[in-house]
């Protein structure tokens, strides 16, 4: 797991890698098969997710052997911004890198209520093209809500996260006064 660097589209409301990447180790301190990694967030610039996932293919390759692939695991509202326009006009997202990534990597959408990924991928005929690389998990008995926008509302609302991320990432927020406002 990658999080992102400080200059990320210059979203404001990130607080600092150091502690993103420190939640993110404790999140993943006891998994066997999921690590997280700053490559990516000790970056001086944002670096687009195909670049990304070609430099940690490089890494696994390099330990695994060749015959080891990467996919891309995304929440549906990722799918959902791939044909988002910026205010200057331009693509949030490239069309050759979504196109790479799916033919290169393969997706794993975790649909979330609220996004409609299969949507978004039927009206994308790029994507539509390519179907078969592309996973939608959806959970019909429970479908998840958990996003890390509504978790740091309910921090900053002074509200408990317990049981919606692991322990030791609400012990680190706690020790480290995060998201309060």
């Not at 609220?114 to 429970?142: F, N, Y």
């Amino acid at each position: 797991m990658s999080p992102v660097a400080d200059s990320y589209n210059n979203k404001k409301t990130l607080i600092k890698a150091t502690h993103r990447f420190q939640m993110l180790c404790a999140a993943t301190k006891s998994s066997e098969w999921i690590r997280a990694d700053n490559w990516e967030c000790t970056r001086s610039t944002w670096t687009r997710t195909l670049q990304v996932l070609a430099h940690h293919k490089e890494q696994v390759q390099q330990k695994f052997g060749s015959d080891v692939n990467l996919i891309l695991v995304v929440g549906g509202d990722v799918v959902d911004s791939f044909p988002r326009i910026l205010p200057d006009g331009s693509n949030l997202w490239n069309a050759s890198d979504i196109l790479k990534i799916i033919t290169e990597f393969g997706l794993i959408v975790l649909a979330r209520e609220g996004s409609k990924p299969l949507d978004t991928i039927r009206s994308m005929s790029v994507l539509a093209e390519h179907a078969d690389k592309i996973h939608v998990l959806q959970d019909e008995v429970c479908p998840s809500s958990v996003s890390s926008t509504r978790l740091r509302a309910a921090l900053a609302a002074n509200q408990s996260i317990k049981y919606s991320t692991p322990d030791d990432v609400v012990t680190y927020i706690k020790e480290n006064s995060l998201y309060r406002s």
